[in-house]
């Protein structure tokens, strides 16, 4: 009777948590680094999608950066010109200075977290910034390195005469061709990132398999046991029943 109540109460524990009740401890070990290995993996997703937003943040501002160069490339074709006035190339030249405070905002702001994601390196600021390591996988060596600095050169732009503007005009040329090759190279980063995503994502699946066959309740099994532990305390306490209504058993109690 004591056997069929601990079998049931198992049973019934079991189905409840959806936990195996009889997992022994050597598969309780490997469910152990299974479940660890899958907290990790969950750990390295998120530093990988940090990492994507923090790349996203810069290739966003070199966009942006990219736009006032043009513009200011537009003016500098213009103003090669020799048809204009001085206070048209003084508007032009106010302009391209307005574009140049425009890039210097969007470098400050280009922040994740409170880190710079670009570092324009540039006569005025020659300080290369730390490359910035990101952990995607379970091991201390996953690592996905991203440089956080693009050479653009000198922020002093004139059109105030055709030799200077065509001087310009070479200069936002080399700089648009330094952006377009840090956003490819951001671009490379986010592929890999991605990929390390993908790669984890997988892991989990394949490691919450195993841990799910090791740990989780079989409930046929369960049911099963429930439902015959329950037949034996129900048929068992029937024989009780019959044996102490029983005349010889009452006699044998008042011997």
Same mark, same amino acid.
């Given at each position: ?7 049931? $109460? ?84 106010? $302009? ?160």
């Amino acid at each position: 009777m004591l056997q069929a109540q601990k079998t049931f $109460e198992k049973a019934a524990q079991s189905i409840a948590s959806g936990l195996s009740s009889y997992v022994n401890p050597a598969d309780m070990y490997v469910a152990t680094g299974l479940d660890t290995t899958i907290r990790s993996s969950k750990q390295a997703i998120n530093a990988a999608q940090m990492g994507y937003n923090f790349t996203s943040v810069a290739d966003s501002a070199l966009g942006s950066i990219s736009e006032n160069l043009q513009r200011i490339r537009e003016l500098s074709i213009q103003a090669s010109n020799g048809i204009y006035s001085e206070s048209q190339v003084s508007a032009m030249q106010a $302009e391209i200075d307005q574009n140049v405070e425009q890039i210097k905002q969007t470098l400050s702001q280009a922040n994740f977290n409170g880190k710079p994601t670009i570092n324009a390196v540039t006569p005025e600021n020659p300080n290369a910034a730390p490359t910035v390591d990101f952990m995607v996988g379970t091991g201390s060596t996953d690592m996905i390195t991203y440089d956080p600095n693009v050479v653009l050169g000198s922020m002093s732009f004139d059109v105030s005469s055709p030799d200077a503007a065509a001087a310009t005009l070479a200069q936002v040329d080399t700089m648009l061709s330094d952006i377009g090759s840090k956003r490819g190279e951001i671009g490379a980063v986010q592929s890999s990132l991605e990929g390390a995503i993908n790669l984890q994502s997988t892991n989990i699946l394949s490691y919450a398999s195993s841990l799910s066959d090791i740990q989780d309740t079989d409930y046929v099994s369960a049911i099963m046991d429930l439902k015959k532990s329950q037949f034996t305390m129900e048929a068992m306490a029937k024989v009780m029943k019959a044996v102490m209504n029983s005349q010889s058993y009452v006699l044998d109690l008042l011997k």
